[in-house]
């Protein structure tokens, strides 16, 4: 299937590793010029240099400029943003009981705010075209809050809030906006959810993998690759059907449609 995406410009958030990357590789094999963007800097440009047309671009998008000092980067050399991909790094784990305001409010600082801003950058010229994609790597816990992940459960439910009200107010300018929902995906972070859950339980890893893929019905944890190929899919022509929407890629983990 062609996604339509050869031309086009994209710009993958937190693409130094993990999902971010896959989806950065996956947007950049169906010829679209990619952004790849994270605190390492060294690292962007390395993954940059191995795909046929990308940028590295040192950024951190908690900063006060990081959502700016982007988007002006990748203007000045692909021009405006076709495709805005949305993602970054979870919060501590923790129930909510142990919760105050300040917690709270780095939860949205870290998995809300930072999005608005660059929605806010790359919309106007998403409209001007009348073509756009915004799609943002969200967690299974916007379907089914998941237990001692409360600051995840905020921030991601917040976002989800938040686009899709923008969805139902953008469609007609052809502009989309989705979020993908990741299980437990094998990346370095889910290892440290269960290196951390290993060591609140009194439990090796290896039991605390094996409790979870207990709970899954398709018996393993998903490959970057997998995710990615779903968001790349949301994010190309063919799709243009498809908003306000958050579609799972979860091997079955949540049990409800």
């Known amino acids: ?3 339509g995406l050869a031309g086009r410009t994209a710009v993958v958030c937190s693409s ?6 896959a989806i950065a ?5 169906e010829g679209a010029d990619t952004v790849v963007c994270g605190r ?3 690292r962007a440009q390395e993954i940059a240099a191995s795909l046929p047309s990308a940028l590295g671009v040192e950024a951190d998008l908690l900063a006060e400029d990081g959502p700016a000092a982007l988007v002006a980067a990748t203007v000045d050399r692909f021009g405006p ?4 991909v949305l993602n970054g790094p979870g919060p501590r784990q923790g129930p909510a009981h142990d919760l105050d305001v300040a917690d709270a409010d ?3 600082e870290a998995l809300l705010r930072p999005h608005l801003r660059l929605v806010a950058l790359c919309l106007p010229a998403m409209r001007e075209r009348g073509w756009g994609r915004i799609l943002a790597v969200g967690s ?3 379907a089914a809050p998941l237990p001692n992940m409360a600051l995840s459960n905020i921030g991601r439910a917040a976002l989800a809030g938040y686009l899709k009200t923008l969805a139902g107010e953008v469609a007609a300018a052809g502009i989309t906006v989705n979020m993908v929902l990741p299980g437990r995906i094998e990346t370095e972070r889910l290892a440290a959810v269960d290196t951390a859950n290993a060591e609140r339980t009194g439990r090796t890893v290896a039991e605390v993998r094996q409790s979870s ?9 998903g490959r970057p690759e997998e995710f990615a190929a779903v968001a790349a899919f949301l994010c190309g022509a063919p799709a243009s059907y498809i908003t306000g929407t958050a579609v799972r890629c979860d091997g079955g983990l949540v049990r409800h449609l």
């Open 1 to 3: 299937m062609d996604l």
């Open 16 to 21: 130094t590793g993990g999902i971010g990357e």
């Open 25 to 29: 590789r996956a947007l950049a094999a």
């Open 40 to 42: 390492r800097g060294d």
């Open 81 to 84: 943003p076709d495709v805005l």
């Open 106 to 108: 780095g939860a949205l």
């Open 140 to 142: 299974s816990g916007v």
């Open 213 to 221: 893929t207990a709970t899954i019905p398709a018996g393993r944890y």
